[in-house]
């Protein structure tokens, strides 16, 4: 099997340990390790073994599915199921569960009386098929002939459950996990996955007992975080790509967005500290504290002082990429921190502005830091915000 190696991916002190992964972890190696490490970075054929394990697990290396012989899972595997809400059906090949559609979707496999939501109709949809793979895709997703092809041979591993494509459209969609494979865990950089295409195996799918149907937004984060504490295995495959039709309309998109943020509550309750909008370490708190109070030359001193400290304790790394290894972890937290701003702590910046000149700046930083987003992500922040009125909770913004 054939490996690619996580962008994060550093060898040091001799080439006995590795650095990599989400979050970054240290890999220190044996000798006999070393040499698997080697055959990883030569791009060569690795025999699966407790490290290849160790550091899939970690997200330090993903499997190279242009890479791998033809499996045993073929499309005649997988059974291609969509949840409609009205509409027409335009694709016969796909199992269409039709959500209680006014009039009735004309040729659907399965009608629900009364609209339930998308995780009941999945549901239905798992209960008559008998392929081992099943394919959720959402019906405003555009499929392409060769879309399955980097999928599948994932599934020849027992334990993954779930393979999702890349999915693109709209520019600044929130579906669009980017162009890096990665393995799928809650506190990672992909945290998760849209079910709006998604290849799950049928064993896991029951393993779990399908979707939570008392979700109607964040249905899907909560059913990949359910497989990965079950001790399944989730991945992210760019190589595949499908396209999402963007809503018609900028009113549209944004109605989206803050039904997005609307399952920020349930799941903060659901999986307490997995949805922490925003996570720091102490003197990277302290370095963006000095800065929304108007003391950037104090916060720049503390952010590279504590940057060297950091780059100190990665002595098993030469000292110029340990260094730029801190300092990008530095800019990482400030771009994440001005997109937590915009979409969940929008609404006690803004109030704290009416009285302080600081809290100004600390808003309207944040939305130049990102213009094209903002609209989207404010959007979405007020979903959050609803949903925590009606659920009672604090959890999705502390």
């Not at 998109?253 to 922490?276: E, F, T």
Request: hydrophobic share 45%; aromatic share 6%; net charge positive.
């Amino acid at each position: 099997m054939r490996f690619l190696l996580d962008p994060t991916w550093r060898r040091g002190d001799g080439g006995r340990v590795v650095l990599a992964g989400s979050p970054l972890r240290l890999f220190r190696l044996t000798p006999a390790g070393s040499r698997v490490a080697d055959q990883l970075e030569a791009g060569a054929d690795v025999t699966s073994s407790s490290l290849t394990d160790r550091l899939l697990d970690g997200g330090a290396i993903h499997p190279d599915p242009s890479a791998q012989p033809v499996g045993r899972f073929t499309l005649d595997n997988v059974t291609v199921v969509t949840p409609q809400l009205g509409g027409s059906i335009d694709d016969p090949s796909r199992l269409v569960i039709d959500d209680g559609s006014v009039p009735p979707l004309v040729g659907a496999a399965r009608r629900i009386e009364t609209n339930r939501g998308p995780a009941a109709a999945r549901n239905v949809g798992r209960s008559i098929i008998n392929t081992e793979l099943v394919a959720f895709v959402d019906a405003d997703v555009e499929l392409n002939r060769d879309w399955l092809t980097a999928l599948l041979p994932h599934f020849d591993d027992d334990r993954v459950a779930l393979v999702a494509p890349r999915v693109l459209g709209d520019r600044d969609t929130s579906l669009d996990m980017g162009p890096t494979p990665a393995r799928i865990r809650a506190g990672t950089r992909v945290s998760y996955v849209p079910a709006a295409a998604i290849v799950v195996r049928v064993e896991a799918f029951d393993a779990i007992g399908g979707f939570d149907e008392q979700l109607r937004f964040g249905e899907d984060v909560d059913f990949v975080w359910r497989l990965d504490q079950a001790g399944w295995r989730c991945r992210y495959e760019p190589a595949s790509t499908v396209w999402h039709r963007p809503r018609a309309t900028w009113t549209g998109r944004l109605h989206q967005q803050v039904g997005y943020g609307s399952s920020a509550a349930p799941l903060a309750l659901r999986h307490p500290r997995a949805l922490a909008p925003f996570r720091s370490n102490v003197p990277t708190a302290a370095a963006l504290a000095l800065l929304a109070a108007g003391k950037p030359a104090s916060a720049t001193g503390l952010a590279v002082g504590s940057s060297v400290v950091l780059a100190k304790r990665l002595d098993v790394l030469a000292a110029g990429p340990s260094f730029k290894l801190a300092i990008r972890a530095q800019a990482r937290s400030v771009e994440e921190f001005a997109r937590t701003v915009r979409r969940v702590w929008w609404p006690i910046v803004a109030c704290a502005a009416l009285l302080s000149s600081r809290a100004r700046r600390v808003g309207i930083a944040s939305l130049l830091a990102s213009p094209r987003a903002a609209a989207h992500d404010v959007a979405y922040g007020w979903g959050v915000w609803t949903a925590m009125r009606q659920h009672r909770t604090l959890r999705p913004i502390v």
